[in-house]
Every structure is written in C-alpha cells, then in structure tokens.
C-alpha cells in the first residue's frame, strides 16, 4: 500500500512548547505502560496534550534531551538498572513513580525472602552468577520520586489526576486512609464476615476497592497506610487472625521496605 | 551486486514496539556472516523461585504479573496447573467463561500488535504516532476496538491487565444477566471498526521468506479450534499429553549463549498464531475462514512473516467465537450459585492434596507451560513456567541464518528494519520469557 509520508514527521513548532514526557520500564511487567493504551480515544487527547519523546513498548522514536516527566515503572534488581536509573533522574524535572513495582517493589520484593544467591541458583542453576541480580528495591531507594502512583496495575483515573498535577506543578497526596474506606462506599460484604483474611485495613485506598468489589479479596498492593498498627489490632482480635498468616500476604507486595535479607 | 566483499556490523540495542528488552547483533565479514543472534536482555525477576513457600491459592494471582500484556494467558494457564496439582474439576460454566476470556485475550493482544506494533514497519514509519496524521480515522478504529474489548475485560474479570475474578476453583464474581447483554452490545458494536480494520489488513505487504519449520501448538479430537483443551502437537506428526509437556520443550543450553532454547523433532520449533493455524485452520470459524480464503492464506505456510496475517485471521475467529458463546450463556442462563470466594484457601473450603498439576494453554504469542509441585498443605515447593517466547527464540535465530544471506545486497538500513520487523513478526514478549535467557549486555 503506497503511504503518504508527508505528515510523518516531527511535531509541528506549536507543538514545540508542550512538556517533554518519557517512560522508562526497569523490572515489571509492563501492565502499568499498558493501561495507557487501554485509554481509548482519550488517548490521542492526552497526545495532544503532552510530547510523548520515548516510550519503548509502543515507539520506536527515541530523546536525548531533557525531560519534563518520566515515568519510572518498574522495580530496582540489578546493578545496570541502578546506573540507568540514576541517569535518568538526572535528565528529568518531575520524576513519577509509576505502578507498585516502582512504589513498593510489589512483587519482585518477594525475591528479598530469600537468600540471594539461593533464589537465584534455584532459578538458574549452577550457571546464576552470570546473570546480574541485586535484592529488589523501590525507586525511591535509589533516586529522589516528586510523585507517586500506586498500584498494580494502576487506576486510571488517578493516573490522570496525578498527571494533571505533574503537568501543572501542584503537589499530590496520595490518600493515607485504608480500603475499607472506599469499600463500605460501595456496599460490599466485609471478607472478614465472608472468613477471608484481606488487607483492605492496612492498604492505601485509591483504587476505588477494585479487588473487592469483584469478589476478591485486596491484596495489598498500594502500599501499607503510614499507621498500620491502629486498624491492625481491632481486626487481628475480633477475627482470631493468625498474625503471621496476615505478615505472609503482606509479603506479596511489601518486602521492600525491610531491606535485603 | 556481489556481496563477497561486504562488512556489515549492525547492533540494535533494544528492539522497540515489542514487549520488553532485546538487542539483535549481525556481523558480515567480507560477505561471509559471523554471528546473526537476537539476544534477550532483561532483568531476570526470578519468579519460579518466588513462588516458592506461596499458596498455590496465590498462584494466579502472583504469575498474572509476569507480563502485562499476557496476564489473562498467565492466569488461565495457572489456574490450570492449580487445579491439575488440586484434583479439581472445573465445572463446564467456568470452562466456557474461560474460553470466553481467552477471546478477549487474543482480540485485545492481536489488534495491538497487527495495527500498533507491526503495521507501522509495513507502512514506513516508525510507531504508530505518525499514523494518527496520515491514517488518523484507521488510528481511531483501532482505539476503538481496543477500548471495546477492554471494556468487555472490565465487566468478565473486572480488569484486562491483571484479572480479578478468575482464580482456581471458578469464578469469584459471575457477570449478570444484564452483563452479558452488555457484552454482546459492545462485541456488536464493534463490527463496523473491525470491517474497516481487516480491509487495510488486506492490503499490508510481508517479505517473500520462507523456510521449513516445525510448528507447535494444542491439537484436540474434537471440532473446537483448541485454545484451552487438547494435546501438544506439532506439524512433524509428533503428540503428547499436556503432562509430557517437557517432551515437546527440551529446553537445552546452547554454547553460543547461556540462554536456554527449546525444540522437538528438529533444531527448533515455532509457537504462535501461525503454528496454531497450520495444525488447525479447518476448526476456524466459517468466517476466519473464509477470511483465509480471501488472503489466499493456506496451511502449512511456512513464512514467519506471515504470522501477523494468522493473527488477523484469529482476530476474526474469537470476535465470533466470543459472540457463540455469550449468546449460548444468554440463552441458558448462569448458575450464580457456583460463585466462589477463596482467598488462601483458610475456610478449607476446597480439598487440598500434595500435587504436581501441568497447565497448557494457547495464548496470542503461543502454547504457555505453567507446572506447580505442591505439598500436602497446598503451598508450592516448585515451580516451571515455559513461555511461548522462550520457545521462539532459537526459532528466530535460525530464521536470521537463513534469511540474511537473502537480503544481504540490500543497504544496512534496510537489512536492520528487515531483522527487526522478522523479531516483531513473531510477536516476542520478552518480560515474559527473563526467568532464564541471556542477559549479557553486547558490547
């Protein structure tokens, strides 16, 4: 099929004002980037407002300027990653963490429950030093994050709050109260009462109890809320939870924060 | 032109418009090639080895998450395994909206990758961002239908990426009747798009390569195109029980690299849509098949390229396979009874046994393994999971052995863009395929 080529090229000048916006993928799945895709037609609104300049999955175009915006998706696991990382943070005004991997580690952190050289002969066999592998960390282990989306995958209608807020350079709180809160709104039965254990009372709300109210339980994987001790002994007792049957689901998406075994 | 005298040296450090990191490095040396190898370079996240001491209860749950793009296919295989390991059955209700979810899956991935990923190379440019000036209303059709489908995801497992409802055991939430109606609305809705879609379809243009391959995919007795029930097959005659799995892989380390590669009867073997269409075209629906027909696209084709246009042809066979379904469950109705809720299994509420449970299951880039070995408290003490892309691999590098001596007179550019539309072709998924390839950077 004969292509007209002569509205390929670069932006036109009026575009040359609008913010410069990146995404880099570090060890995930890359579910997060996807969800951008699944935007529709708002999508080519979103193009129209911003310069996509790199974005692997979906372009081939690459950037070596500097950028307004990058989003980060992806946890931290080996040595390369780190160095690539740092310099992008270096090329970047606004860096946004991007999905639980980013924000948590989520659940590449279950690699620091184990020794590290363990995981990663049981994988690789006698053959695992040839392949680079450093305990899971958060981006903001590494580099400094101005904002942070949560989620695995994320929500988008909080990807599009918080890129509202990037672009315009206003702060954004991620909500510091749990699940439950979102969830009694929605006018699902409590799991407790159906005799699952759920995180919802320890997890960040934020994804409108998305788990939950399809029939799942919350799985933890926005993140503990910064106090999770006061919702924890109410729930533990009332339910005669077994503690470490609760610390065991928490595993799945916040080994992170304690650091490398 | 001669091509004894000709120095190539082409690195392409990731290979864009593909899901996760590869690098494809080609050397010529005075017309002779020294090395034409595709090399995965993505960080290994080990997850075989962090699902150990899980609940076999969080398996879906947690290898949903080796990749975006492929999780239905993940957690379809896995609740697979799970049950295998379990003992347990599913009944034919949750069979059906299994299948039904395993359409979206390939709809959803297929038109990515024909119209977002791969069109752009036939076309000239290099993404698909270009398009939205010069093939804007084709841009929008293609949104359209992507959103669509997604839709319909959202209302069966309450998200595409990372599905919520579907675990081992059944269905945690069941669509309504009122649901169902809905997914047939938007399916419907979706027919004009899709028209318009396949007729540019029509018109993209592959390269002339052909070279003898076995293919590999689920073959079944039955008159249903296999996606979810069947053997393992291959177009060498070769069949085995999903149980022998490891007998069609015989995954193997090559000396060149430490990644591991597979095959069966021969060097190596190709997985995806085309190995799927080669062993099964006449199980296709009437329409995908009449759609093969209009492209003169014939079993057993033997042009990798070619597995974009068996891609479009499954396009056309899930959209109506999705549809049978949804109008078979609106004429029959759902049990709401069989919903389930589970969580780690801590009411008991489902048998459990120490186990080893195999799961097969065609997904868009090919036949996915998931095999768990559990304990007698169902927590898992093992785990294997043998990605289509890992398959494909090896198969690419024998396609690179012979197919860049035949472009070799052609500039560098060319030779490069041609390289990486053969990666691209084969719809690689590289996130999915780190558990064990070769992650040495080329320098």
Not at chain 1, 93 to 118: H, P, Q, R
Not at chain 1, 229 to 248: Q, T
Not at chain 2, 80 to 86: K, R, S, V
Not at chain 2, 282 to 289: I, M
Request: proline share 4%; hydrophobic share 40%; glycine share 6%.
């Amino acid at each position: 099929m004969t292509t007209p080529n002569k509205d390929t090229k670069a932006p036109a000048p009026a575009a040359a004002a609008k913010p410069k916006v990146a995404f880099f993928d570090f060890a995930c799945c890359e579910g997060c980037q996807l969800q951008i895709t699944n935007f529709g037609e708002l999508l080519l609104d979103v193009l129209g407002a911003v310069d996509v300049v790199e974005f692997r999955e979906a372009i081939s175009e690459k950037w070596d300027g500097d950028y307004d915006v990058v989003f980060i998706e992806g946890s931290i696991g080996d040595h390369h990653a780190e160095e690539r990382l740092k310099k992008i943070r270096a090329r970047a005004k606004v860096l946004i963490a991007y999905g639980s991997c980013a924000t948590t580690g989520g659940v590449n952190g279950m690699k620091n429950s184990f020794e590290l050289d363990e995981i990663r002969q049981s994988v690789y066999g006698k053959d695992y030093k040839l392949f680079d592998s450093t305990p899971t960390k958060r981006v903001d282990q590494v580099v400094k994050v101005d904002y942070y989306i949560n989620g695995c995958p994320v929500y988008i209608p909080e990807l599009v709050e918080v890129l509202k807020h990037a672009l315009r350079g206003l702060p954004y709180t991620v909500p510091d109260n749990p699940v439950c809160a979102e969830c009694k709104l929605n006018e699902n039965v409590c799991m407790y009462e159906r005799g699952l254990a759920c995180l919802g009372p320890w997890t960040k709300a934020g994804c409108n109890s998305w788990c939950v109210n399809n029939g799942n339980i919350c799985y933890g994987c926005r993140g503990e809320v910064s106090n999770p001790a006061k919702n924890a002994n109410d729930v533990i007792s009332k339910y005669n939870l077994k503690p470490e049957l609760i610390k065991a689901k928490f595993d799945m998406y916040n080994k992170c924060k304690e650091g490398a075994k | 032109m001669a091509t004894d005298n000709k120095d190539l040296d082409i690195k392409v450090e990731y290979v864009t418009r593909v899901e996760g990191h590869g690098n494809i490095v080609a050397n010529v040396k005075n017309g002779k090639i020294e090395k034409c190898e595709f090399h995965v370079v993505e960080t290994p996240r080990l997850f075989e080895g962090m699902l150990r001491g899980r609940s076999i209860f969080e398996a879906q749950h947690i290898t949903s998450r080796i990749c975006g793009i492929c999780s239905c296919g993940h957690s379809l295989a896995s609740v697979q395994a799970a049950e295998d390991a379990l003992g347990v059955t599913p009944s034919e209700q949750t069979v059906k909206l299994r299948k039904l979810l395993l359409d979206y899956e390939f709809l959803d991935s297929h038109i990515l990758h024909v119209y977002l990923l791969a069109a752009p190379d036939v076309l000239g440019v290099p993404s698909f961002i270009p398009l939205i000036a010069s093939h804007n209303a084709t841009v929008r059709q293609v949104l359209r239908l992507k959103k669509a489908v997604n839709d319909c995801c959202d209302i069966l497992v309450g998200r595409h990426i990372h599905p919520i409802t579907m675990i081992a055991g059944g269905w945690t939430k069941l669509p309504s009747k009122k649901q169902i109606d809905q997914q047939i609305a938007i399916l419907e809705g979706m027919a004009a798009d899709l028209g318009e879609v396949l007729k540019l379809a029509a018109t993209l243009k592959f390269p002339d390569f052909h070279r003898k391959t076995e293919y590999v995919a689920l073959v079944s007795d039955d008159a249903e195109y296999p996606l979810l029930n069947g053997d393992i097959g291959s177009t060498e005659g070769k069949r085995v029980s999903k149980k022998e799995y490891r007998a069609s892989t015989n995954e193997f380390v090559d000396p060149r690299s430490s990644a591991k590669f597979t095959k069966w009867s021969g060097d190596s073997v190709f997985v995806g849509a085309l190995a799927r269409f080669n062993l099964n075209a006449d199980k296709l629906h009437p329409e995908a098949k009449a759609l093969a027909k209009a492209l003169n696209f014939k079993p057993v084709c033997d042009n990798p390229f070619m597995n974009t246009v068996a891609q479009v042809v499954e396009i056309v066979h899930c959209y109506h396979h999705a549809l049978d379904i949804l109008k078979d469950l609106k004429k029959t109705g759902l049990d709401y009874s069989q919903a389930i809720t589970v969580g780690v299994n801590e009411k008991g509420s489902v048998p459990v046994r120490a186990g080893d449970g195999v799961g097969s299951v065609e997904v868009p880039r090919g036949i996915l393994h998931h095999n768990y070995v559990t304990d007698a408290a169902g927590m898992i003490k093992q785990a294997n999971c043998i990605i289509p892309t890992n398959q494909n691999v090896n198969n690419i590098e024998h396609d690179f052995a012979k197919f860049l001596p035949e472009i070799l007179t052609e500039t560098k550019d060319q030779i490069r863009l041609k390289l990486e539309m053969l990666v691209r072709a084969y719809d690689p998924c590289i996130s999915c395929s780190a558990h064990f390839l070769d992650v040495t950077f080329v320098e």
